[in-house]
Every structure is written in C-alpha cells, then in structure tokens.
C-alpha cells in the first residue's frame, strides 16, 4: 500500500503576503507542517506541489519537490483542480492532502489519522477541532434548546474541520471526486494544533505560541 502526502504551496498569498516562507520563530512557517510529515512512520513519499522552483532550498530532508502548473497559482483556482492535477502525476492508494498553514498538527495526530483510513474500516479522515458550546445555526440554536439551558458539558459537542489535513483513499476521489468519502474517521485536535494561519493576527499568535514554547 502506498501512501502519498501533498501539501500544495503558492508563494503569492494574498491576505499574509509571502506566509509561507515567513519566518515563524527561526524557520519558515511551511517546515513546521513538513518536518511532521516526514515524521510519520507510515508515509512513504511527502510532496510539496508547488510552481516556484526557489522553494526547494527551503525544504527539509525527506520532503521532494514537484513543479505545479503555474496556472493552479491563480486566485480563482479550486482545490479540486490541484487534486486532480496531483493524483493524476502522483498514484498512490491513500492521499494525505495537508496545509502549511497549520503549524502545529502533531505527527502522531496524523500518523493515527492514517492507521484508521489503511485498516479498511474508514473510507476517509479529517482533522477537527471539538466545540463543547452554545451554537447557533441559521437564526436558532444548534446543539440545545432555549427552554432549557443545560450544562456546558452535557451538550452535543460540534466539530469543526481545521485545515491541518484531509486524508482520503485514491477510489474516493476518483469516484466521488470529495476529500471526505462516506466513512469519515474524525481526528480530534486540541486548540494549539487546531491553529490556522489565514490572516496577519493569526500569524502573530502562532509567533507567541512559538515563542512560548506551547507548540512543543
């Protein structure tokens, strides 16, 4: 069985110019991702998926290079059309599609993702933060009813995807043409490896995380 991890980068961000090379501490932001990558005992191959060729010196040992059309840069281009592109250069039996700009997801928060999506039992997995709160949706409440106020911990906790990884079978994608297939295995992460870096005040506090060591 092989598995295959793409992590697509452009370098022309729009809303945090240049963050994926920015320095995050002492290193550029993508190498967090990277490194835990490279990590996982049961990846065979991490890719970066990206159309600058300047990028390679910035990669650490393990992670390869694969040059993108430099049309997938645009500002209007779908993630479906960078999976397609990959999973058409790179076959593999299962995909790990992961983003740069969530620092902090831990290698064995992946490697557990993996392990469930390669015994067979799910078809797919993603990465989620668990939300125990009062929610609303569309105008009303979403996990409790106004007549009665429960206890924060007896609510229907709400999980959010984050944008650390999505994890799915080739046929999955093939077929259904989706990143979550039918029998999603939810990777539950805690608030620091939720962090997703898509604005100027989320970078800073990734660098006060850093800084504070709390990502260790």
Do not use: C
């Given at each position: 069985?092989?598995?295959?991890?793409?992590?697509?980068?452009r370098l022309n961000s729009q809303r945090v110019e240049g963050k994926n090379l920015r320095l995050l501490g002492r290193r550029p932001l993508m190498t967090y991702l990277l490194e835990s990558l490279v990590a996982a005992r049961n990846i065979d191959e991490v890719y970066v998926y990206c159309?600058?060729?300047?990028?390679?010196?910035?990669?650490?040992?393990?992670?390869?290079?694969?040059?993108?059309d430099p049309k997938l840069?645009?500002?209007?281009?779908?993630?479906?059309?960078i999976y397609n592109a990959f999973t058409k250069?790179?076959?593999?039996?299962?995909y790990v599609l992961?983003?740069?700009?969530?620092?902090?997801?831990?290698?064995?928060?992946?490697?557990?993702?993996?392990?469930?999506?390669?015994?067979?039992?799910?078809?797919?997995?993603?990465?989620?933060?668990?939300?125990?709160?009062?929610?609303?949706?569309?105008?009303r409440p979403l996990n409790y009813s106004l007549e009665r106020i429960p206890r924060t911990q007896d609510l229907e906790p709400v999980y959010v995807e984050t944008s650390a990884f999505f994890i799915f079978r080739r046929e999955v994608w093939l077929n259904k043409h989706r990143r979550i297939g039918d029998r999603p295995y939810t990777a539950v992460t805690d608030r620091i490896e939720s962090m997703d870096i898509d604005n100027p005040?989320?970078?800073?506090l990734?660098?006060?995380?850093?800084?504070?060591?709390?990502n260790k």
């Open positions: 069985m092989k598995i295959v991890a793409l992590v697509p980068i159309s600058d060729e300047s990028i390679k010196q910035y990669l650490p040992k393990g992670a390869s290079f694969l040059k993108r840069d645009s500002n209007t281009t779908l993630g479906e059309e250069e790179v076959e593999a039996d299962i992961a983003h740069a700009t969530s620092p902090f997801i831990r290698t064995s928060t992946i490697e557990q993702g993996v392990d469930k999506v390669a015994s067979g039992e799910y078809d797919s997995a993603f990465s989620a933060e668990k939300v125990q709160t009062f929610t609303w949706w569309q105008g005040d989320d970078f800073k990734a660098e006060a995380i850093v800084a504070a060591k709390l």
